[in-house]
């Protein structure tokens, strides 16, 4: 029997970037919030200070800061035919645990959404004809547009002080920026990072062959900044320790750097670490919420009565805690029914290595922040005629090398042994001259009726509880868009002057041992018809009215961009939702 | 101001019992600090070996040098401490797979589920070290693996990496394949792991390790940067010497 | 029920609200009683009452029973809420003022000087009477406290009179007639409720204060308090009065931070001063004069000990603290600039080093960037030499830092807690 602990207004599942954002915003109205989170409080001065967080071996290969399996994990299968076993270690994607979540770790890669992105059905249709899109593609329009989200994109931009070099300014396009991007009421808060020599030359053998390269929108900051929280950030210092790593000094925006020391002040908030919340709980009509329950490090269960509830626990547990809460109809690929757990999608990932002539190139690969880059938007989204081609959706190309850790950036050209003396003379004469973006090519993945989550029928947690079940493999349609990106990415790569290129196309079938980024999606979607959605417009549940659903586990499809940007957005889209509808007059916001 | 550590909310009858084992960190009214926080690392220390064998120890060497040779400029695998790094490595949580999943049932998958064996890094290396030495002496009239001519051994991985060559109870291909990627790793690793001996990996490509300020060198298009490579632990200019 | 009645009832329920919380026959009509309390809660702010007589984060304000920590033992504040039987409730105004402006009791014994009383005598009698209306307004609670904690033989209470004798001069502040009247409000509140002494004025072996060397600098609970006066070597002298009022008002400025002590000072007491008199406690620690003994030598750059802490600071330290020593305002301090870097004593120093530590957050400055610990990377030699190298390196010159000292240092903090 769970114990019960006094009530509050609102309780948050997960005190990652939404968790925290939603807490900000609605302790400022007033409200009584607690955050209950499953990993450990983390702080950059004791857990990931500059005197030891440079670890390649602890921090990227043995993951510290990330959940262990052995506390949850999947079981994974291609296709619906096959066996799904568990993930025993983390391979295609690394979940994050920790206050701070996954914005601890991330590369701050501050992207938008194209306003097609939103429309994407209604606008591929539009132009292309309802017979282009493969038949079991999924893909919805999602219920809101660019336009409501602006000013919540142009919120976290400022709350973070991204850095960057404006494209669009309210119509206007801007030189140095993106061109394709969708228009912004303001610049960013900060200037573009400066960018270290592969990057610069990148862009210029791009600008050479016709393209608008531009600076990857960064969350490490290129000069010390102030929030609107009045909370500080310095200047990034180029370690090359972001991806996997938390930032030592200040310089990387996170929940830690951009809320939570002001949001702790508060009395009006509390935090719980080391806690997992195994259910929400629901009354007997089972549409509405009355608290959550969750146990401790001892095993003991406890139950947190509140008025609204939160859930922003990262895609997967979003959708896990759904399935294990009985709320919303579990999704069934076959009979195509079912909303929890439908639309499910990754990133569509590939690279092209460079090798150049190490007299006359020195590339410095160390030097580098996480969102650090050079891209061209020419091949995102519908930017171009799709029509030649025969496949829908894109990415941004570019070089993105974030560091030159030497475990895993030490490549060497194709056909070269991968041990003895030959490697290792390749290593010694390649490490300084070789362009190794990693994400280079960021494509879309798109939504399919037979890529899914469910719960799994043999495996079980530490808990008892079965484990979700991951049914993803790529589709022609993804590795058509990432051979023809990597072709582009390869060209440009060549034109910098390598003497060898190496192309790492992405290839099927999807290989959960095989790190293509953490950025999972779906599941629990947005959208306007409640028999192929779980929430509405305002992230708020068709099922239970008391609890919103925030994070990716709202996308429809993948775009070709990195998602904390538009998973913030609609953080803040939903809590003003909340704030000046809901609070008012509890309730269904929209009546399908 | 500070985290309170309390066994549970007070104010709640029911509080005390069955807390003993359990604990929940409130966090409120500021940021948690307490003095000397944090996971520094722990260096290892030089010594017997914490989980191989002699003979185990003395073949892993022997592979380190097959896969990272050493030459005139830079120690190989042996000399760098790879064999000492995955010693270590195995006699702890890696070799354990703590914290990984590894609940049953094992079934064999796809190359794309990932490993499904029952065994972790500690007991496969046992296993295939076994193997290995076992072919050997089977086939070189009794010699183990360590105890081969260099063109021998090179042959028999050469033979493991394309799986021409087959170990009786165990996946040889599969072993190599590991057997690299932990030496690698191990060459290019902090030296507080035991690998990458005075840096040497570092400085034979030219990367200055452990460093965190930049900011000097962003614009410094195509120049070679200058300092010499500090490990976590530090370099030796770091202490003051006439 | 008529409109005038239900009135005439709230008032009465006010006056009996107000009786029962012990403002006797204060009606509320009466605004200089009002005033008297609004000046003695401000007054009280300053004099820091709140952070000595409350235990942290737990306990009831002014209740007491907080341990402080001092040279001679650890002694536990007493309980100064208006409860009766264990608070300073039955005592007369002349007693509470005889309490803070002579360091006697009712009953006749001496208070130790951990109670600031050789500080607060510099108080007005009707700044001290202030406080006093204040704290009669405070929830009073029943909180019996033993104060005298100490070891054997500062336990002996008798043994303050003849302390008394030798370091205590009873005296009220006197305006300097030749100075302004905003140096001489910062002379008051520095000299008096501000106790500023109490921590920064160095002490004799007996703890008594060394008066001659105001302000200079001091150490205690494991900390060195760095010199606050207008010497530019150590002191204040490099900062603006914009620096001292931002430092003091936020806990930061483009120099430093408060950590350690100061951090809770800032937060509880300083961060409300009101501009005016953080303007005028600047204008008077600006004005103290420069030391007289000889600026230390600097150290050549060429030397072992500065190459190697240069080699530090470049691997480590800049990455925070800026290829230039400057860091970032507001948010990482100025090594080149700092006094508490460049202290004769560099207690301080050597303890963030070792332990890290975390800035000050006050509403004006939240963010409270936190120091990581060295202790386990850098031996007492490394340690030695990165001071050294930092308290040189920039235009200033500091005493080289022994690693004799960092040791000792090193292990006396094992035995602290905090």
Redesign the interface.
Known sequence: MPRKLPKKDVVIIGLGWTGSIMANELTDEGLDVIAIERGPWRDAPTQFPPNYVQDELRYRIRHELFLRPDQLTFTFRNKMDQTALPIRDWGSFMPPNGVGGGGVHWNAETWRFLPSDFVLRSHLTERYGASFLPEDMTIQDWGVTYDDLEPHYDAFEYLCGTSGTAGNLRGRIQDGGNPFEGPRSRPYPTPAQKQPFSHTLFAKAARDLGYKPFPQPSGNLSQAYVNPLGLRLGPCTYCGFCEWFGCGNYSKASPQTTILPLLLRKSNFSGRDQSEVIRIDLDRSRSHATGVTFVDTGGVEWEQPADLVILSAYTMFNVQLLLHSGIGAPYDPTANKGVIGRNFTHQTISSVNGFFDNKKFNFNPFIASGAIGMCIDEFNGDNFDHGPHGFVGGGYVGQVQTGGRPIQTTHVPPGTPKWGAAWKNAVRDNYLSTVTPGTGVHGSFYSYRDVYLDLDPTYKDRLGRPLMRMTIDFHDNELKQNAFLTDKFAEIIQAMGAHTVDKLYRKGPYDATEYQTTHLNGGAIMGTDPSTSAINRYLQSWDVPNLFVMGASAFPQNSGYNPTGTVAALAYWAAAAIRGQYLKNPGPLVHA | MTMRRRDFLAGTAVLVLGAANSRATIISGGLPWTPNAGNPPVPITQGPWLYFTAEEGRAVEALADCIIPPDPQTPGGKDSGCAVFIDRQLAGPYGRREGLYIRPPFMTGTPQQGPQSADGPAASYRKALAALDQYCQSKYQGKRFADLSDKDKDELLDGLEKDKVKLDGADGKAFFAHAIKDVQEGFFADPLYGGNRDMVAWKMIGYPGARYNYLDWVERHNERFPLPPVSIMGRADWSPRT | MPETDRHSILICTIAAWMGSAGLGDAANTDQQKFDQIEKGRYLATVADCFACHTV??VGKPYAGARAIETPFGVITSSNITPDADTGIGAWSDEQFVDAVRRGVRPDGSRLYPAMPFPSYTRMSREDVLAIRAYLTTIEPVHQPVKSNTLPFPFNIREAMRAWDALYFTEGEFQADKRQSETWNRGAYLVQGAGHCGACHTPKSFLGGDKISEGLRGSPLQGWFAPDITGDTGEGLGRWSEGDIVSYLKTGHNRITAATGPMAEEV?DSTSRYNDDDLKAIATYLKSLPQRADQAATPQPES???M??GQ??Y???C???HG?DGNG?????PSLAKSSLVHASDPTSAIRLVL????SV?T?????????????????D??VA?VLTYVRNAWLTTGTPVAASTVSANRNQLRA?S?
């Open positions: 942290p984060d937060a030397s072992p000990v190459r190697a080699a530090i470049r691997d480590q800049s990455a925070c290829l970032i305002a507001m948010l990482f332990r890290g530590g975390r957050a509403p004006a400055e939240p963010t409270a960037p936190g120091m990581p610990s060295f202790a386990w990377q850098l031996n030699e490394q030499a602290r905090d």
